[in-house]
């Protein structure tokens, strides 16, 4: 990340009148600071813009063509001041710190590189965002441009950064390895050399149900970071399994899941963490997991309909069956090395009960053209949910209650809501309606539900446009982030217009009103002269959120944060790319960034 002060906010006059010259448009359009309402001024005979703003800090994220071999590259810069006619710094790429390396394994001479996948993260100044890059590790090392000897991968990244290195091997013997890397610049060899394997630590034991074995089930370590740190391996027959774990981990937790989505077989965790030997040649035996009973499952049949008894043909239908959790529920073999976590951290003495926890049975499948979608599961408490399609008049099904074996040919039936109608009007800052402009929402979780594991903003709602700047859209009840992606040539700016509420029964009316834009100008260089066709996104390190509207305004505000769609759309302002001669100019709306 670069951080650049720019002290005014715009540029290029001449040079850049042919980067947008669609910029102009209705209501916008201007060839003098007479055709401009008052308090703006005419922008290079093309468009009305404002003529003093704060000082907007913003991040720009450059994104060059994929044939240069650059890299995305972030700038901090801060708009200042009211005057517009001066000519920015331009955004310099620089090259990129190439790593040429092999990945080999400890012990084994033959190797000349560990095939697999290696990832490069860096944390980005916009949350959510990481900088990422990616190489693939090759056994036969391969004579890269620029390199000195053949190597087994070339990973590009930014100079400058500290990065977590995660190798992902393709055998399924080998776990996965952690470390990371300081570029300063280019590094002619970096050696990840994995643990021999007979240097792994191996954990082990058994996955039952009371007497019963339970096959299928797909075992793995998670460290403390909550990163899969070992093999993952199915349990056998005997519902045995073995781990093979990195030597440099401590302790991890262990979780297991079905192979088959419509198994009714369990999912769950151990309850403590799980102190690993110390030495490969004492693996560990956690013995016997028990899980506790399992009821026989018995088939059920679930309906998705709509309140009127509309088929809901193709609905996503997930059901979870809770199963105990109780302190004798999961009674396991003494395990050697283990200490049970509390609240004051991990505690307990050595050879502690391994106890499980969150357990449940889920199966999920999509509804038949009669809306139903055919299981089966053990009777008893269970959570039903529906999605719909996003263009079905009818929203998202939920039920709760004691589900019941329905041999006898029953049917549960989980009705879905009927969707609310959102409708309104795109007006600019002179009353005058935007047709054409794009209006889409993301449904935000309030924060008090925040982690409760519910869908929110999975997915970018678009409205319909119906002409003369009006629009509509069908909606689930909830609270919903509004934008406004107004038309090429209008010369108006994306806006994160409005926070809405949107209640049962009850249609929801969003009128929405674009700003007068502020404009951003500038030029991308690299050592080779200008560079066209870079991708400039131009992106709010920290978002001014509007306030709620709607039936309950008065409830505290949703989170932003509640999905990463949600964050990525809120911190986007605008987006443009680079010209001919490297230069690009963009429209953004006053206000969008919080100071």
């Excluded at 013995?287 to 499952?297: N, R």
Aim: glycine share 12%.
């Amino acid at each position: 990340m670069r951080a650049v002060v720019y002290p005014w906010l715009l540029s290029l006059l001449v040079a850049l009148a042919g980067c947008a010259a669609d910029m102009a448009g209705p209501g916008g359009a201007c060839t003098n600071d007479t055709e401009c309402t008052a308090g703006l001024q005419c922008y290079a005979q093309k468009v009305c813009v404002v003529t003093a703003v704060q000082d907007t800090p913003v991040i720009l994220r450059l994104t060059p063509p994929p044939k240069s071999g650059l890299l995305v590259e972030s700038f901090h810069v801060t708009l200042r001041g009211a005057t517009q006619a001066v000519p920015l710094p331009p955004l310099w790429l620089g090259q990129p710190a190439v790593i040429h390396g092999t990945v080999t394994q400890a012990g084994n001479p033959l190797s000349g590189s560990i095939p697999g996948s290696l990832s490069a993260t860096a944390q980005s100044p916009v949350a959510g965002n990481d900088l990422q890059f990616s190489a693939t590790s090759l056994i036969a090392p391969k004579a890269f441009a620029g390199a000195k000897q053949p190597a087994g991968f070339e990973l590009r990244v930014q100079p400058g950064h500290t990065y977590d290195l995660a190798f992902w091997p393709e055998s399924p013997k080998i776990p996965p390895h952690y470390t990371s890397i300081t570029v300063g610049g280019s590094i002619a060899e970096w050696k990840i050399e994995l643990p021999a394997q007979e240097h792994l630590l191996r954990i082990g034991g058994r996955l039952v149900a009371g007497p019963v074995a339970l096959a299928g089930l797909r075992v793995s370590l998670e460290d403390p970071q909550g990163r899969l740190c070992s093999t993952k391996v199915i349990t056998n027959d005997s519902g045995s399994f073995e781990l093979h774990v990195d030597p440099s981990v401590a302790h991890g937790r262990l979780h297991f899941e079905p192979v088959d989505a419509q198994s009714p077989l369990p999912h769950g965790r151990s309850e403590s963490k799980i102190t690993l030997p110390k030495s490969a040649s004492a693996p560990l035996d956690l013995g016997a997991l028990d899980v506790g009973a399992l009821p026989p499952a018995q088939p059920m049949e679930i309906r998705a309909v709509g309140i009127g008894g509309e088929l809901m043909a193709g609905a996503l239908v997930r059901v979870q069956r809770p199963l105990s959790t109780s302190k004798d529920a999961a009674q396991g073999s003494k395990t050697p090395g283990q200490k049970e976590e509390g609240t004051d951290g991990e505690k307990g003495e050595k050879g502690a009960t391994t106890k499980l926890t969150g357990l449940y049975l889920e199966t999920y499948g999509y509804a038949d053209k009669s809306g139903i979608f055919a299981t089966e599961l053990p009777p008893g408490p269970a959570s039903i949910s529906v999605v719909t399609a996003p263009k079905s008049a009818f929203g998202k099904g939920k039920w709760k209650g004691e589900m019941k074996g329905l041999a006898a040919g029953g049917v549960l039936t989980v009705p879905c809501p009927k969707r609310e109608l959102m409708h309104g009007t795109v007006e600019d800052y002179v009353d005058q309606p935007v047709s054409g402009a794009k209006v889409f929402l993301r449904r935000l979780e309030d924060t008090a539900k925040a982690g409760s594991g519910e869908l929110g903003g999975d997915e970018a709602l678009e409205a319909h446009d119906d002409g003369g700047g009006k629009f509509s859209v069908l909606v689930d009840p909830g609270t919903y982030a509004v934008w406004v992606q107004p038309p090429a040539g209008s010369g108006l700016a994306r806006v994160l217009a409005k926070i809405v509420e949107v209640a049962t029964g009850k249609p929801a009316l969003c009128e929405l009103r674009l700003p007068p834009p502020m404009v951003l100008v500038g030029s991308v260089l690299t050592a080779h002269g200008p560079l066209a066709g870079v991708l400039i996104d131009v992106l709010a390190a920290k978002v001014s959120v509007p306030g709620k509207t709607g039936s309950a305004a008065n409830e505290p505000r949703a989170t932003l944060a509640s999905a990463p769609g949600v964050l990525l759309d809120s911190h986007l302002l605008a987006t443009t790319t680079s010209g001919g001669n490297g230069a690009f100019e963009v429209l953004l709306a006053p206000g969008q960034v919080a100071q």
